[in-house]
């Protein structure tokens, strides 16, 4: 796996991703077609958040049998 800072990177990178596409979505979507593919980045960039948390701790779980 990963090591932690690098780990951290890609989830910073991603949170920042995230929080970017949230402003778009709030200030800058001009029409329901962004709107809809804005909602759609958003939510997998969330996922993909999620399934590094997953691993992380399916690894740390592992590590400690």
């Known amino acids: 796996m990963l090591d932690p800072y690098t780990a951290d990177k890609i989830k910073n990178i ?12 709030c200030y800058g979507v001009d029409s329901i077609e962004n709107l809809q593919y804005a909602r759609g980045r958003l939510s997998a960039l969330e996922a993909l958040l999620q399934d590094i948390k997953n ?11």
């Open 14 to 25: 991603i949170k920042k991703q995230a929080d970017d596409t949230r402003s778009h979505i």
């Open 55 to 65: 691993l992380q701790k399916e690894d740390n779980d592992g590590n400690t049998d």
